[in-house]
């Protein structure tokens, strides 16, 4: 099977489509990122008809910031990679720059996983800022314009992870993530959030008194994002929009009915937009009220299974409760590193996997290990392509013409 970064080297020189492994890739990506041509598909590589659509019978394989446990988080390789690797949804997380541009970058800070630090024409630029009640010091990403933001480069935020990509690769946009998606060879959702809208609202300004919600929207319908959960044109551009701004989620409910996810944060955080506290927000008469606005939540791990001694307790009821409300549960993050994994699954992160699906019951899972996942449920429940239903179908046929000769 020819993989999607394969697909990629008819537009490398001769010299570098002829290696091997991901190096062609990152050679692919360092030349886009130096151009200013956004990562839009071509009409032609956009034929739904040919494509794999997405499988709809297991949990949802979530990319969460695309592979990152091996590329830098947020970045065009680490979510081609996920692509590459089986996930159904590559996850982002929203900003916006300066000058009003949609980024894709998690924290609203530069400092963590960029090299902001080495550029001194912008050492003056560190500000601090209220945000979520807690002032925070840093190089914020709404004091920067999307140019000035794409001269950076990102870095690998785990220093036990692999750190030869630090420096290769630029922030991208909102408009070159979902490209990349739709560019993919099979159909792939997508997962944005609506990342931190009080902070954003307050500090960047769009023509016409628009907020920030208003352009997250009006991207996902520029590109044709549209439907209710698993209606024919939701599966044809699967998307989940996420956000621990319930707010945010009720505002864009009239403007798009693409399925939504409320973030739920851990217990003693605070809801980061009503102030709520988490057993407001995870109370029966909540959920009875959210469910009009959303169909899931996703919670942390940890608030669904408290841990003591690194070893799990009992499950809460909230995974049932939910069900009961008739919404999904997609937890995050799972992560493949041993100081991630409680002493209950013996260092094996096939063990987490099976107890969270079938043990938990949840219906899709963040994680930053898309390939591991994707490995683990094409083991435990494997995806059938049309090629295998047919001749699943002939060898029943023949057994039952010989039964019937017999």
Same mark, same amino acid.
């Given at each position: 099977?020819?993989?999607?970064?394969?697909?990629?080297?008819? &537009?490398?020189?001769?010299?570098? /489509?002829?290696?091997?492994?991901?190096?062609?890739? +990152?050679?692919?990506?360092?030349?886009?990122?130096?151009?200013?041509?956004?990562?839009?598909?071509?009409?032609? /590589?956009?034929?739904?008809?040919?494509?794999?659509?997405?499988?709809?019978? /297991?949990?949802? !394989?979530?990319?969460? =910031?695309?592979?990152?446990?091996?590329?830098?988080?947020?970045?065009?390789?680490?979510?081609?990679?996920?692509?590459?690797?089986?996930?159904?949804?590559?996850?982002?997380?929203?900003?916006?720059?300066?000058?009003?541009?949609?980024?894709?970058?998690?924290?609203?800070?530069?400092?963590?996983?960029?090299?902001?630090?080495?550029?001194?024409?912008?050492?003056?630029?560190? /500000?601090?800022?209220?945000?979520?009640?807690?002032?925070?010091?840093?190089?914020?990403?709404? #004091?920067?314009?999307?140019?000035?933001?794409?001269?950076? =480069?990102?870095?690998?935020?785990?220093?036990?992870?692999?750190?030869?990509?630090?420096?290769?690769?630029?922030?991208?946009?909102?408009?070159?993530?979902?490209?990349?998606?739709?560019?993919?060879?099979?159909?792939?959702?997508?997962?944005?959030?609506?990342?931190?809208?009080?902070?954003?609202?307050?500090?960047?300004?769009?023509?016409?008194?628009?907020?920030?919600?208003?352009?997250?929207?009006?991207?996902?319908?520029?590109?044709?994002?549209?439907?209710?959960? %698993?209606?024919?044109?939701?599966?044809?551009?699967?998307?989940?929009?996420?956000?621990?701004?319930?707010?945010? &989620? +009720?505002?864009?409910?009239?403007?798009?009915?693409?399925?939504?996810?409320?973030? +739920?944060? #851990?217990?003693?955080?605070?809801?980061?937009?009503? !102030?709520?506290?988490?057993?407001?927000?995870?109370?029966?008469?909540?959920?009875?009220? +959210?469910? *009009?606005?959303?169909?899931?939540?996703?919670?942390?791990?940890?608030?669904?299974?408290?841990?003591? !001694?690194?070893?799990?307790?009992?499950?809460?009821? &909230?995974?049932?409760?939910?069900?009961?409300?008739?919404?999904?549960?997609?937890?995050?993050?799972?992560?493949?590193?041993?100081?991630? %994994?409680?002493?209950?699954?013996?260092?094996?992160?096939? &063990? *987490?996997?099976?107890?969270?699906?079938?043990?938990?019951?949840?219906?899709?899972?963040?994680?930053?290990?898309?390939?591991?996942?994707? =490995?683990?449920?094409?083991?435990?429940?494997?995806?059938?392509?049309? #090629?295998?239903?047919?001749?699943? %179908?002939?060898?029943?046929?023949?057994?039952?013409?010989?039964?019937?000769?017999?």
């Amino acid at each position: 099977m020819v993989s999607y970064g394969d697909k990629q080297r008819w &537009l490398l020189p001769k010299s570098a /489509r002829n290696a091997r492994g991901v190096a062609p890739l +990152i050679f692919l990506l360092l030349v886009l990122g130096c151009s200013a041509r956004p990562l839009y598909p071509l009409p032609s /590589r956009r034929n739904d008809k040919t494509k794999q659509p997405l499988q709809t019978f /297991r949990p949802y !394989n979530v990319a969460h =910031r695309g592979s990152n446990g091996e590329i830098p988080e947020e970045t065009a390789a680490a979510y081609m990679r996920a692509i590459e690797e089986g996930t159904d949804f590559i996850e982002t997380d929203i900003l916006a720059s300066k000058d009003g541009a949609l980024i894709c970058f998690h924290d609203v800070i530069l400092d963590n996983t960029t090299d902001i630090a080495e550029h001194k024409k912008f050492a003056t630029r560190k /500000r601090t800022y209220d945000v979520q009640g807690v002032n925070k010091t840093g190089y914020f990403t709404v #004091d920067f314009t999307l140019d000035e933001l794409k001269s950076l =480069r990102v870095k690998q935020r785990q220093w036990f992870r692999d750190q030869q990509y630090n420096g290769k690769f630029s922030i991208i946009t909102f408009e070159e993530f979902i490209s990349i998606a739709l560019d993919a060879p099979r159909v792939v959702g997508i997962y944005p959030e609506i990342k931190s809208p009080v902070l954003i609202n307050q500090h960047v300004k769009w023509p016409g008194g628009k907020k920030f919600e208003d352009k997250f929207v009006e991207t996902l319908v520029k590109y044709g994002y549209r439907g209710s959960y %698993l209606s024919k044109q939701w599966l044809k551009q699967p998307a989940f929009i996420q956000s621990f701004a319930p707010t945010s &989620l +009720i505002y864009i409910s009239n403007q798009t009915d693409l399925p939504k996810i409320f973030l +739920i944060d #851990d217990v003693d955080v605070p809801c980061q937009d009503t !102030n709520q506290t988490f057993a407001e927000i995870t109370s029966d008469g909540y959920l009875d009220f +959210i469910k *009009e606005y959303v169909v899931g939540i996703g919670p942390g791990k940890d608030t669904l299974v408290s841990v003591s !001694n690194n070893y799990l307790q009992t499950p809460n009821d &909230l995974v049932a409760r939910a069900h009961a409300h008739d919404l999904q549960v997609h937890p995050y993050t799972f992560r493949n590193e041993n100081q991630f %994994l409680h002493y209950n699954y013996s260092q094996d992160p096939y &063990l *987490e996997y099976d107890y969270w699906i079938n043990e938990v019951g949840v219906d899709g899972l963040f994680t930053d290990f898309t390939g591991s996942l994707h =490995r683990y449920q094409e083991w435990t429940s494997p995806s059938i392509s049309d #090629d295998d239903a047919s001749t699943l %179908l002939h060898k029943i046929a023949s057994m039952v013409s010989k039964y019937h000769k017999t």
